[in-house]
């Protein structure tokens, strides 16, 4: 007997977090509160991603219009379910007592409440970012869930440290340090992937390894030094590696903070700078409590000045490590004076396209899946983009461990030649700023 469809009734969220959500339901129906089409309107306007979003979805749906979407619904396809819109509601007595606030969130569960009980033979599901409002659809006895397209399946491999091989005889390790390696997968009976780091633990030595798409084999990664700055472990040694490699244009380093994930891929960046026409920091503003930055004191530069001041602090770093008279303290300078090292908002290289650049993208796990997309289809010829960022720091108020854009982009990349990514565990800012992070 075929299993009833479900019918999925979408948040505002949704449609500003992916466009082309209505594709994704499979052979199920889709209801559109109202509600949610007179909140898009608010977003229509502007540069950024969500505004993108919105103005999509809108044409989307207008290609789609006709009398049947406010009815019965219209057809998404072939083997695939209806989209209809549905008016406004009346809340049920248990919504009146519960949430007595006529708010646009609890128009849509009086919504999402209306369509399961004009439905009771099949299952309504509300599908929304906002966590408090799932849990206040489940108290109404609503089913509802996370949009879960764009979710990573298997976040542990994105967090695991370096990966141990034992067994390795000390006659393979000298393989590796052969001038070239010789030493393949298949001769020690594991799988590798594309640009992973490994240790190989032998009988009496061990030997730090990334597997060489290229070449098949596992190639020893050579402590190297950039710009004053040194790695202080393993993983810290492959971060660099990786930065540095000209045949790896997208990195993604992950991990907690005080890792040295952007002091690594700033001194890097720096290091090669002569490759590049462009060094450039940016991260994504996420301003405090949801206010737009307008609501803060002063002119542009004093208004983000705040948000970038962990770059500038990377730079200061590295900056520290020369002497002010040093010919790489002065050329920071003048990269600065010229504006050939950059540190700015991510929205700012919006609609760009950056060839022969050097990008760093900081605290990108406050970014959607679609916005690091958009980020990386920025890059013309000669670009490096480093993603850089702690997926279990999120401040955006609609992502998490498994939907951020930095969770997604390795578990979607991992394996290309073109990309490497590494998790750094061990914090290296300070013995206190390490105990803090591992207890508080």
Same mark, same amino acid.
Request: contains cysteine; aromatic residues 6%; negative net charge.
């Given at each position: 007997?075929?299993?009833?469809?479900?019918?999925?009734?979408?948040?505002?969220?949704?449609?500003?977090?992916?466009?082309?959500?209505?594709?994704?339901?499979?052979?199920?129906?889709?209801?559109?509160?109202?509600?949610?089409?007179?909140?898009?309107?608010?977003?229509?306007?502007?540069?950024?991603?969500?505004?993108?979003?919105?103005?999509?979805?809108?044409?989307?749906?207008?290609?789609?219009?006709?009398?049947?979407?406010?009815?019965?619904?219209?057809?998404?396809?072939?083997?695939?379910?209806?989209?209809?819109?549905?008016?406004?509601?009346?809340?049920?007595?248990?919504?009146?007592?519960?949430?007595?606030?006529?708010?646009?969130?609890?128009?849509?569960?009086?919504?999402?409440?209306?369509?399961?009980?004009?439905?009771?033979?099949?299952?309504?599901?509300?599908?929304?970012?906002?966590?408090?409002?799932?849990?206040?659809?489940?108290?109404?006895?609503?089913?509802?869930?996370?949009?879960?397209?764009?979710?990573?399946?298997?976040?542990?491999?994105?967090?695991?440290?370096?990966?141990?091989?034992?067994?390795?005889?000390?006659?393979?390790?000298?393989?590796?340090?052969?001038?070239?390696?010789?030493?393949?997968?298949?001769?020690?009976?594991?799988?590798?992937?594309?640009?992973?780091?490994?240790? #190989?633990?032998?009988?009496?030595?061990?030997?730090?390894?990334?597997?060489?798409?290229?070449?098949?084999?596992?190639?020893?990664?050579?402590?190297?030094?950039?710009?004053?700055?040194?790695?202080?472990?393993?993983?810290?040694?492959?971060?660099?590696?990786?930065?540095?490699?000209?045949?790896?244009? #997208?990195?993604?380093?992950?991990?907690?903070?005080?890792?040295?994930?952007?002091?690594?891929?700033?001194?890097?960046?720096?290091?090669?700078?002569?490759?590049?026409?462009?060094?450039?920091?940016?991260?994504?503003?996420?301003?405090?409590?949801?206010?737009?930055?307008?609501?803060?004191?002063?002119?542009?530069?004093?208004?983000?000045?705040?948000?970038?001041?962990?770059?500038?602090?990377?730079?200061?770093?590295?900056?520290?490590?020369?002497?002010?008279?040093?010919?790489?303290?002065?050329?920071?300078?003048?990269?600065?004076?010229?504006?050939?090292?950059?540190?700015?908002?991510?929205?700012?290289?919006?609609?760009?396209?950056?060839?022969?650049?050097?990008?760093?993208?900081?605290?990108?796990?406050?970014?959607?899946?679609?916005?690091?997309?958009?980020?990386?289809?920025?890059?013309?010829?000669?670009?490096?983009?480093?993603?850089?960022?702690?997926?279990?720091?999120?401040?955006?108020?609609?992502?998490?461990?498994?939907?951020?854009?930095?969770?997604?982009?390795?578990?979607?990349?991992?394996?290309?030649?073109?990309?490497?990514?590494?998790?750094?565990?061990?914090?290296?800012?300070?013995?206190?700023?390490?105990?803090?992070?591992?207890?508080?």
């Amino acid at each position: 007997m075929a299993t009833t469809a479900k019918i999925f009734v979408l948040d505002t969220n949704v449609l500003l977090h992916d466009h082309k959500c209505i594709d994704y339901f499979q052979d199920n129906d889709i209801v559109i509160p109202i509600v949610a089409l007179e909140e898009l309107d608010k977003f229509k306007k502007g540069n950024e991603t969500i505004n993108y979003h919105a103005r999509e979805f809108a044409r989307d749906l207008d290609r789609l219009s006709g009398d049947s979407l406010f009815g019965e619904g219209v057809s998404l396809g072939v083997g695939r379910g209806k989209l209809r819109i549905v008016t406004g509601k009346p809340f049920s007595q248990e919504m009146k007592l519960s949430f007595g606030e006529a708010s646009p969130d609890h128009r849509i569960l009086a919504i999402a409440d209306w369509v399961r009980h004009e439905n009771p033979e099949r299952k309504v599901i509300l599908v929304s970012k906002d966590i408090n409002l799932r849990m206040k659809a489940k108290s109404l006895g609503i089913m509802a869930q996370d949009y879960l397209t764009d979710n990573v399946h298997d976040l542990e491999a994105i967090g695991r440290p370096l990966q141990h091989i034992n067994g390795v005889t000390d006659a393979q390790i000298q393989q590796v340090y052969q001038t070239p390696s010789t030493l393949t997968a298949e001769s020690l009976g594991v799988e590798a992937s594309a640009n992973d780091c490994y240790i #190989l633990e032998g009988e009496h030595s061990s030997a730090l390894v990334v597997f060489n798409p290229v070449t098949k084999v596992f190639e020893p990664v050579e402590r190297k030094k950039a710009y004053g700055i040194e790695p202080r472990n393993g993983e810290q040694q492959c971060a660099l590696e990786f930065l540095l490699n000209p045949r790896i244009p #997208l990195v993604a380093l992950t991990g907690k903070a005080g890792t040295g994930k952007t002091l690594l891929a700033l001194a890097a960046a720096l290091a090669q700078e002569e490759a590049f026409d462009l060094v450039m920091l940016a991260r994504p503003i996420i301003p405090l409590s949801n206010r737009d930055l307008g609501f803060l004191p002063g002119d542009v530069d004093a208004k983000i000045g705040p948000y970038m001041q962990p770059l500038f602090d990377n730079l200061g770093v590295i900056k520290g490590t020369f002497k002010s008279t040093s010919r790489n303290y002065v050329r920071i300078e003048e990269m600065q004076r010229t504006n050939k090292l950059v540190i700015t908002p991510l929205a700012y290289i919006r609609g760009r396209s950056l060839s022969h650049a050097y990008i760093i993208v900081d605290e990108a796990q406050n970014l959607t899946p679609h916005e690091v997309k958009t980020v990386i289809t920025r890059a013309g010829e000669g670009t490096k983009i480093v993603f850089t960022g702690d997926i279990y720091q999120i401040d955006h108020p609609y992502l998490d461990t498994r939907s951020n854009g930095l969770s997604y982009l390795a578990e979607r990349m991992h394996g290309q030649p073109a990309f490497a990514h590494i998790n750094l565990v061990r914090g290296e800012r300070s013995e206190l700023a390490e105990l803090a992070s591992d207890l508080l």
